[in-house]
Every structure is written in C-alpha cells, then in structure tokens.
C-alpha cells in the first residue's frame, strides 16, 4: 500500500479503538501487519481534521472535540497482543517498538531470491544468519537453494543456534542493507533464529538440501538435529491433524494442485483425504489420480509446499491446530 494509504490506515486503526482494530489486524497478512504496526508507532499524535479526514473517507465520523494524542508504543503492543496472541505479537512487537529503521531488510524482501543470495553470499555466515531471520520462512528456503552446500549447512547450523540478536551486532551490516536495530546496548534482544526457525525454513527447501542440511547439522550436535526434526510440518503429517481440519483445508486447495500432492502422498494419508470428501468428489479424485501419468518430484514437492503454505495460514488464523511430533502446537 502506498504511504499515504499506509497513513490513513494506521489513523484508522487507531481511532477504531484496540478490540475493533485487533479485529482488523487478524485478516492480514504478517507483512501488512508489521507495516502497520510500524505506521501506527510513528503516529504520535493525530490532528482532529486529519482524523476526521479519514474517517469520512472511510463513510465514519469523527467526534473528538481535540486532536487525537495516544501513547502509541503502548497501543501497538497492545493490540498486536489481543490479535496475534502473546507468542506470535512479541517478536513483532519487538522488531516495530524496539527495532528503529529497517528500510535495508524491508528492501531484501522485495527482491528475488537469487538477487538477495548473490548481494550476501560473500558476507561472514553469521552475518548471513542474522540477515535471514528477518526474512519470510519461505523466502529463506530460497536464498539458501541458491548457496553451495557448505555455506547453506553453515548458515542454517547458525541460524539454529541463534538465541538472540543484540542492537550492537546488527551494525556489522553494510551501508547497503542499513542498520536494522539502532538505540543501546541497554536495549532487550530480538527473540530471532533457533531451532523452530530452521524447522521452517526447511520445511519449504527441496527434499534433497534439506537431507544434506539435517545431516550436516546431525554431525555437529545429534540432539540439535532431531529437535528440529521434531518441530518440522512436513506434508504426511497431515495425517496428524483432525477431519474438521482436513476438510477445511481441503476447501482452500485447487483440485490441480491437490492431485499433484497427492501423487507423492502415502495410501495411509490419501484415504485420509477420501473420506473428507463427499463420495463423488472422492471418486472423482481418485479417477484424476489414476488417470495422472507420471510427474516430476519437483512439481509434487512444490504443490505439496504450497498446500503446507495454505496449512500454516489456517493455523495463523486458528481455524486448525497442527501437531508436531513433539506434541506442540506449530504455527
């Protein structure tokens, strides 16, 4: 959205108060959300003719008799809490309220993944590390297809181990990517990196990388390698979560792309998907999937991760609750 939408937007949210807004925040995306929250914190205090400006551009009124005054950093955080929930909102919240400018990452995530591999793949790997974490999960999976093997291992082993950033190891970053966190030493860590992120971002890597990066990761540290084995939400375990889940999900997938996944599915998981469809909607599946030649393992891993994507925004949304082989929720 455009800066001056992006303004009216967050003069909005404000004036709708915490629970409308938190309301609101729950449709976005993560991206829009961080943008907003960023907008919101920057608004220190509203002129009344620029919120009635806005307000009427939205059919609303206004009937404050003053200009508007918030403690923004307080609001932010509050409702980013009510909407996103205490796990998901504080990371947020500490990247908008605590993070200061960070124009050179928001640029990063704009750009294709081989352009973002090439402008830091002669950077130290833990510099490499840091500057991932503040990227899309599958985002990352991307950039790191694009490195050798021994730089992709070294980078994912760091970003395991990450247990936080602090202000003053970001100004390692070059002048291209801006400072990310500004202020003192006094300011509090990001909570970025460990082993729930590396679980993630394997989850959208290629079967063949993410073999050699578990196993990489398996001769440094064993245990290190299964927690991460047990955090990841692969395709099969779908057979994990509950029918309602599974015919919610199947409501959100295009019938192309769920044949395709489920060429490379189990028998054990494709009835699973049967018997949440209506009897002709099932026989009909399995006439396509019959009828379906032969497919490259690529196209099916990729409609696989793109039904996993659609997964993980159900969950993001609480619609579906997934389950881990550690018994965790992961979201």
């Known amino acids: 959205m455009a800066d001056d ?3 009216k937007s967050a003069i909005l ?3 709708l108060g915490e629970d409308y807004a938190s309301e609101v925040l729950k449709h976005l995306g993560p991206r829009e959300v961080q943008k907003l929250g960023h907008a919101m914190a920057a608004l220190k205090t509203v002129p009344r003719a620029r919120m009635e400006e806005v307000l009427a551009e939205f059919h609303a009124t206004a009937a404050e008799s003053a200009g ?4 923004t950093d307080a609001y932010v955080r509050s409702v980013l809490t009510k909407a996103l929930g205490d796990d998901k909102a504080s990371n947020l919240i500490s990247r908008i309220l605590q993070g200061g400018d960070t124009n050179g990452i928001e640029g990063l995530k704009w750009l294709d993944a081989p352009t973002v591999a090439d402008l830091i793949r002669n950077e130290h790997p ?6 991932l974490v503040h990227l899309e999960k599958d985002h990352v999976s991307d950039i790191l297809n694009n490195f050798t093997d021994r730089l ?5 082993l760091r970003i395991a181990t990450l247990e936080g950033i602090q202000p003053e190891a970001l100004k390692e970053l070059n002048d291209v990517m801006l400072r990310l966190l500004s202020g003192s030493a006094n300011i509090k860590k990001s909570a970025m990196g460990g082993v729930r992120t590396v679980a993630e971002i394997l989850n959208y890597m290629g079967s063949a990388n993410e073999t050699t990066v578990i196993d990489s990761i398996r001769e440094y540290d064993p245990d290190l390698a299964q927690r991460i084995l047990d955090e990841m939400f692969v395709f099969e375990n779908l057979l994990d979560i509950d029918d309602r889940s599974i015919q919610l999900l199947l409501r959100e997938i295009q019938s192309d792309s769920l044949i395709l996944a489920m060429k490379g599915a189990s028998e054990e998981l494709r009835e699973k998907i049967f018997k949440n ?3 002709r909607a099932a026989e009909m599946l399995r006439e396509d999937l019959e009828s379906r030649g032969p497919v490259r393992l690529s196209e099916v891993e990729s409609e696989q991760k793109e039904i996993l994507k659609i997964v993980r925004r159900l969950a993001d949304e609480g619609q579906i609750v997934l389950g881990g082989a550690g018994g965790e929720q992961m979201v």
């Open 5 to 7: 939408g992006l303004e």
């Open 13 to 15: 949210l404000i004036a």
């Open 68 to 71: 508007v005054s918030v403690d």
């Open 126 to 131: 833990q510099i490499i590390a840091t500057i």
């Open 152 to 156: 992709r291992n070294d980078v994912v």
């Open 277 to 279: 469809m209506s009897q």
